[in-house]
């Protein structure tokens, strides 16, 4: 008898709410703000170099600048070194522990910010890269020494750029 009877289709137990949404977009507008600021104060004590606002939601100098004018394009070998830096310019990771690194334009995965900062350049330059937290390790952190919600300060220099269409 009490196996004919339809099964009952159980009601979610969980609520939808926007209050958490918003609580996190309160959260993530402050945090971009404080880091912002932090990164003003920064270039304002560095008031010999011209910091650049990239199209990419951060900002950057050349401490060196190559007369070369050809910027990687997809497909092209990155070859490139870099340091990265927290706020206070105390070094997190040397050019010696991370390394020459070798990078295909839009190919591989690196952070987000790498990724676009590296079109920028020009084989020879050396530029500073001022990186909110959400452009590079966000809110993980790199489980090693970089903090959650830890905006960044990269040096890199464009080592050599392999075309795609060359033949090396």
């Given at each position: 008898?009490?196996?004919?009877?339809?099964?009952?289709?159980?009601?979610?137990?969980?609520?939808?709410?926007?209050?958490?949404?918003?609580?996190?977009?309160?959260?993530?507008?402050?945090?971009?703000?404080?880091?912002?600021?932090?990164?003003?104060?920064?270039?304002k004590?560095?008031?010999?170099?011209?910091?650049?606002?990239?199209?990419?939601?951060?900002?950057?100098?050349?401490?060196?600048?190559?007369?070369?004018?050809?910027?990687?394009?997809?497909?092209?070998?990155?070859?490139?070194?870099?340091?990265?830096f927290?706020?206070?310019?105390?070094?997190?990771?040397?050019?010696?522990?991370?390394?020459?690194?070798?990078?295909?334009?839009?190919?591989?995965?690196?952070?987000?910010?790498?990724?676009?900062?590296?079109?920028?350049?020009?084989?020879?330059?050396?530029?500073?890269?001022?990186?909110?937290?959400?452009?590079?390790?966000?809110?993980?952190?790199?489980?090693k020494?970089v903090?959650?919600?830890?905006?960044?300060?990269?040096k890199?220099?464009?080592?050599?750029?392999?075309?795609?269409?060359?033949?090396?």
């Amino acid at each position: 008898m009490f196996s004919c009877n339809n099964p009952e289709a159980r009601k979610p137990i969980l609520k939808k709410s926007s209050s958490t949404m918003e609580e996190s977009v309160l959260f993530n507008k402050a945090l971009i703000t404080a880091q912002e600021n932090a990164f003003e104060n920064l270039i304002k004590k560095d008031s010999l170099s011209t910091y650049i606002v990239s199209n990419f939601g951060f900002k950057y100098k050349f401490n060196k600048k190559s007369e070369v004018g050809y910027f990687p394009e997809i497909g092209d070998e990155i070859v490139y070194t870099y340091e990265i830096f927290d706020i206070n310019m105390q070094l997190i990771y040397s050019a010696s522990d991370i390394g020459i690194q070798k990078y295909v334009v839009d190919k591989q995965e690196i952070v987000e910010g790498l990724r676009e900062g590296l079109k920028l350049m020009n084989v020879g330059d050396n530029a500073t890269f001022l990186f909110p937290s959400h452009k590079v390790f966000g809110y993980l952190g790199d489980q090693k020494k970089v903090e959650i919600n830890q905006p960044l300060i990269y040096k890199v220099q464009l080592i050599k750029i392999n075309k795609k269409n060359e033949s090396n």
